[in-house]
Nanobody
Framework: VQLQAFGGGLVQSGGSVRLSCGAS????????MAWYRQAPGKQRELVAP???????DYANSVKGRFTISRDNAKNTVYLQMNRLKPDDTAVYYC??????????????????WGQGTLVTVSS
């Protein structure tokens, strides 16, 4: 499974950016998808997950400003980021969990990651 993320760039404080991430090479079924971010010198943190049925959650730092959504037919997840702050500067990574049957015909789960896209918010 390959994930390709798009949409990063330089934006001014208070501006908006929309990230997208599409999955290909799927051999099972994609369940949860999510966005993570990693700021310079910090650990990677979960920004927002979204279940296959559309249930979402958000990190407290982005609630009310970011919206995660997905298109199951396209195996694509989006992150609309509004009212951006300099603290939102980070490399943003998408992830996708896949359920499949392994060589022993038992259900298994694999997590896959996109390559990351840099979002820089200037003050």
């Amino acid at each position: 499974v390959q994930l390709q993320a798009f949409g990063g760039g330089l934006v001014q404080s208070g501006g908006s950016v929309r990230l997208s991430c599409g999955a290909s090479g799927i051999f099972g079924r994609i369940t949860s998808m999510a966005w993570y971010r990693q700021a310079p010198g910090k650990q990677r943190e979960l920004v927002a997950p979204i279940a296959s049925g559309g249930t979402t959650d958000y990190a407290n730092s982005v609630k009310g400003r970011f919206t995660i959504s997905r298109d199951n037919a396209k195996n694509t997840v989006y992150l609309q980021m509004n009212r951006l702050k300099p603290d939102d500067t980070a490399v943003y990574y998408c992830s996708a969990d896949q359920i499949y049957y392994n060589s022993r015909e038992l259900p298994a789960v694999s997590r896959h990651w996109g390559q990351g896209t840099l979002v820089t918010v200037s003050s």
